[in-house]
Structures are given as C-alpha cells and as structure tokens.
C-alpha cells in the first residue's frame, strides 16, 4: 500500500527565507508525486507534480521540488518565501493507473514571519 | 482558467438526515473523485468514478455512501443516514482522461453533523 509521510507539522520562517519542507513515501512501483497547497477555506491547489524524467521539477508561486529515490524523499523548495505563502501544504503519491486514489500526508503548517 | 465547483459551502444537517454535496467537475475530465478532511486530520480518498460507474473505493465508502451523475455535468455524493463522525470538508476532484493526469480540487463543502 502506498503511503506518505510529512515530518514537520508546523514550519515557521521569517519572510524572505529559503524553505523546505520534507516529503517521504513508500510505494513499490515508479510513483506519481504531487505538492498541494491550502489556503484557509479553500481547496487544494496543485503546486508541482512528477511522473518520470528530470528529477527537479518546477512548479507554480517560484516552488521545485526534487525527486530522490534513493532517499524515497520528494522535498518542496522555495529560494525566497513571501507572507502569502502561509499556508498548509500537502505532499501526495499516486499510482501510475488513470483515475486511481491519491494518498496524501498530515501536511505542513507554514507560518510566515514578517 | 477552468475549476471545480461544489455546493454549498457549508451544510448542517441533523443525524439521521440524507445529505447530498454537489460538484461540478472540469467539464473535459472524465475522472471524478470525492475526498474528506476530518478536522485536524489528513485528506482521505473516498471513491473515484470514471464512465458512469464507480472505479475504486476505499474502505470508508461503505453502503451509506453513494455516488452519481445525473447529468453531463454535476457530480454528486449522497450520505444516506448521517452520523456525528461524517462531519467534515469533502472535495470533489476531476482529472483529464488521457494518461495520468493530476486531480484538480473544488473548495469543498463544509459538512456538520449535529
């Protein structure tokens, strides 16, 4: 079965930081990983995902994040972070089958201090 | 760019009553997913739903659940007989039919059981 883990449940960093925040999974195949964020009262915005290929994926609001398999390990970055990154962040795993679950972690807190 | 819609936002319902939660899915998708968010707790797969019938479940979507599309564009759950512990955000989800492609979320609908 697959599963996600989120290490950190709460991150506070001061504006203008660099920020990672950890990922790690468990699936026997090649995995489909996904970062999403939340906004209070709102949904799930997808931030970056990875299928294959280029280990260092780029996504959206200047996010990357990397795939280590050695290290079963997919890490969300940001170089510089800004007050409206506060948020919840939740990384995923996926199967390679359309239309299958996709299993999430207990997210990460971030608060952004001014 | 085109999202996900669900109705209401927030629904209180008496235990015992029959809810239904409503989305609206990307209208080019073919894969339909609803999850849940108990409070404080990590985002759960609940079903997908793909050509009129249900592709996978988990072990949460027993028989008091229900999925449906009714017309070609809404996409709905139905609690049958709710209990205090149904209370939750549920997310309605779609994604494209070619390959995999990552789930697009709605903003969910509040549930409160009381």
């Known amino acids: 079965a697959q599963s996600v883990t989120q290490p950190d449940i709460h991150i506070t960093v001061s504006e203008g930081a660099s920020l990672e925040l950890r990922c790690n999974y468990s699936?026997?195949?090649?995995?489909?990983l996904f970062w999403y964020v939340q906004s209070p009262g709102q949904g799930l915005q997808l931030l970056l995902k990875y299928f294959s290929g280029d280990t260092l994926v780029q996504g959206i609001k200047g996010f990357e994040a990397e795939f280590k398999r050695s290290q079963s390990s997919f890490n969300l970055r940001k170089p510089s972070v800004h007050w409206s990154d506060a948020a919840e962040y939740f990384c995923?795993?996926?199967?390679?089958?359309?239309?299958?679950?996709?299993?999430f972690g207990e997210g990460t807190q971030l608060t952004v201090n001014p | 760019e085109p999202e996900v819609t669900q109705t209401p936002s927030h629904q209180v319902t008496q235990m015992g009553q029959e809810v239904i939660l409503r989305c609206v899915p990307i209208?080019?998708?073919?894969?339909f997913y609803w999850y849940r968010q108990i409070l404080g707790q990590k985002v759960e797969f609940l079903v997908s739903f793909y050509n009129n019938e249900i592709s996978e479940k988990s072990e949460i979507f027993d028989d008091q659940f229900s999925v449906e599309r009714p017309d070609g564009s809404n996409f709905t759950l139905k609690i049958r007989s709710t209990k205090l512990e149904d209370s939750a955000m549920y997310f309605c989800?779609?994604?494209?039919?070619?390959?995999?492609?990552?789930?697009?979320f709605g903003d969910g609908t509040r549930l409160s059981i009381l």
């Open positions: 699936y026997g195949a090649t995995p489909y």
């Open positions: 209208s080019n998708h073919l894969y």
């Open positions: 995923a795993v996926g199967k390679e089958t359309s239309g299958s679950r996709l299993t």
């Open positions: 989800a779609s994604s494209e039919g070619q390959g995999f492609q990552p789930q697009h």
